[in-house]
């Protein structure tokens, strides 16, 4: 079975600018998280979209946004690029059952550098 | 909203034992779970804690306190490959809506040394 894919690997931006990024989950996966990771931050949660509605959302400004479509895969938006939005913005699948562990399976992330 | 607290950094000798503590503060509880992630890797799951006491997998070994809002993530046999971020996260339900929502500590740097 495939893993979490996300694409792209890599991307630098300028300030100002937006970028939209990537998620494929793992085949039945309905729900797709998104997170922020930055050095001594630790994983800060952006959203999570379960069957193309957005169920939780973290505490991150409007220029973030997020959407999923029919085939569970999900992109994140992030408009008007600021020098701190560079980071490691890791996309995470799960069942979301109601019971069970509810492990979350994350891709390799995407390493966005803004200038 | 959520918290949790876990030591940013601990370093321990290879083929000793290490345990990493969190912990939180939250409504609507239903379980703490444990990452790994290694330097440029995704975070991989460990295990995850609902009920009170410890559940072993291998050399690795979580135990929870839900009275206590405390967890522990235990590590026997330290191994050089042990050397990576460790994160507790809890899983709890949101203010609204009645859905569950996981929320990651900042995350334990583990070095192990020869």
């Known amino acids: 079975k495939a893993g979490v894919t996300q694409t792209p690997r890599y991307l630098i931006k300028t300030r100002g600018q937006q970028v939209t990024l990537s998620c494929s989950p793992i085949?039945?996966?309905?729900?797709v998280s998104w997170y922020q990771q930055t050095p001594g931050q630790g994983l800060q949660f952006l959203f999570e979209?379960?069957?193309?509605?957005?169920?939780n959302k973290g505490n991150f400004p409007g220029r973030f946004s997020g959407r999923q479509f029919s085939n569970s895969r999900s992109e994140m938006n992030v408009s008007t690029l600021e020098l701190g939005d560079s980071a490691l913005y890791l996309c995470?699948?799960?069942?979301?059952?109601?019971?069970?562990?509810?492990?979350?399976?994350f891709g390799p992330g995407t390493r966005l550098t803004v200038l | 909203g959520q918290s949790l607290e876990q030591p940013s950094e601990v370093t321990a000798v290879e083929g000793a034992i290490v345990q990493i503590n969190c912990t939180y503060q939250?409504?609507?509880?239903?379980?703490l779970s444990w990452y790994q992630q290694h330097d440029g890797g995704a975070p991989t799951f460990l295990s995850y804690?609902?009920?009170?006491g410890l559940e072993e997998t291998g050399r690795f070994s979580s135990f929870l306190s839900r009275s206590d809002s405390y967890g522990y993530l235990l590590l026997q046999e330290l191994q050089m490959k042990d050397s990576a971020s460790y994160f507790c996260?809890?899983?709890?339900?949101?203010?609204?809506?009645?859905?569950?929502?996981?929320?990651f500590g900042i995350g334990t740097k583990l070095q192990v040394i020869p």
């Open positions: 995470a699948s799960s069942l979301a059952t109601s019971g069970g562990n509810n492990e979350q399976f």
């Open positions: 085949s039945g996966h309905r729900s």
């Open positions: 979209y379960f069957s193309e509605t957005q169920r």
């Open positions: 939250t409504s609507g509880f239903y379980g």
């Open positions: 804690n609902a009920l009170d």
């Open positions: 996260a809890v899983r709890a339900r949101t203010d609204s809506g009645g859905y569950q929502k996981v929320t």
